[in-house]
């Protein structure tokens, strides 16, 4: 294990450059290009503050108020893991041709869909700061400098293996694809996203403390939203 996290090492500047790569493919084209990476959690959390505070209000408790900025702290990194793993599922696959080119460790490519995703996840964090000192939700600053990195990591840490494994079991079954769509589906309602975990009945209790994204979830909503 430790010769092939080695070897990995080894190719950094190759994995910054897919990395780069990915990022820059992913607005080709388009006139705002990166600024997508801070127009879209924008737009995400004025949408859920308008349907939650206009269409459906009253349907949460004070305690997770505002609950637009409650459901963001958890959307962020759900989404980071869900887009992740969807694209890490057809890495393989997709950069055959490249594999076949260069010779490189195959795990490289989960690896660049997962990294690629986190920065897309720290570029949505400036927008959470910004309505976290409009709300005036003050994180304390002893959580932030030692607890949000440790969640980062271990949600890297989480990813990458989930990435790693899906993408070795899609080149034998592609159909893995399209049940993974299925489960994060399945997967996002099972995590305390959208609704507060204190609020959740207490058998269901139980079955989301099997969850893992369940706590790291909660913690993010521990270091961002509630008050130290």
């Known amino acids: 294990m430790f010769s092939n996290l080695f070897n990995l090492f080894r190719y950094r500047g190759l994995i910054q450059s897919l990395v780069v790569r990915d990022l820059k493919a992913r607005y080709r084209g388009s006139v705002l290009g990166f600024l997508w990476s801070f127009i879209n959690p924008l737009l995400l959390?004025?949408?859920y503050s308008f349907v939650f505070s206009v269409v459906l209000p009253?349907?949460?408790?004070?305690e997770i108020e505002p609950y637009a900025l409650f459901m963001f702290c958890g959307i962020l990194p759900w989404t980071w893991f869900s887009s992740a793993l969807s694209e890490s599922a057809g890495s393989l696959i997709a950069g055959g041709n490249l594999i076949k080119k260069v010779?490189?460790?195959a795990e490289i490519l989960p690896i660049v869909s997962v990294l690629a995703n986190m920065v897309n996840f720290f570029l949505g964090l400036p927008i959470l700061a910004v309505?976290?000192?409009y709300y005036r939700r003050w994180p304390d600053p002893l959580d932030l400098i030692i607890w949000f990195p440790v969640a980062v990591l271990?949600?890297?840490v989480f990813t990458t293996a989930l990435g790693l494994l899906l993408s070795a079991l899609t080149v034998h079954f592609?159909?893995?694809r399209d049940?993974?769509?299925?489960?994060l589906t399945l997967w996002f309602f099972s995590t305390p996203i959208i609704y507060w975990i204190?609020?959740?009945?207490?058998?269901?209790k139980q079955v989301l403390d099997i969850n893992p994204m369940t706590h790291l979830i909660v913690t993010y909503q521990e270091i961002l939203f509630f008050p130290g």
């Open 45 to 47: 959390l004025t949408i």
């Open 58 to 62: 009253g349907l949460h408790t004070k």
């Open 103 to 105: 010779l490189f460790p």
């Open 131 to 133: 309505f976290l000192i």
């Open 154 to 156: 271990v949600q890297f």
């Open 174 to 176: 592609r159909d893995i």
């Open 179 to 183: 049940i993974l769509a299925n489960v």
């Open 198 to 204: 204190k609020e959740a009945p207490g058998f269901s």
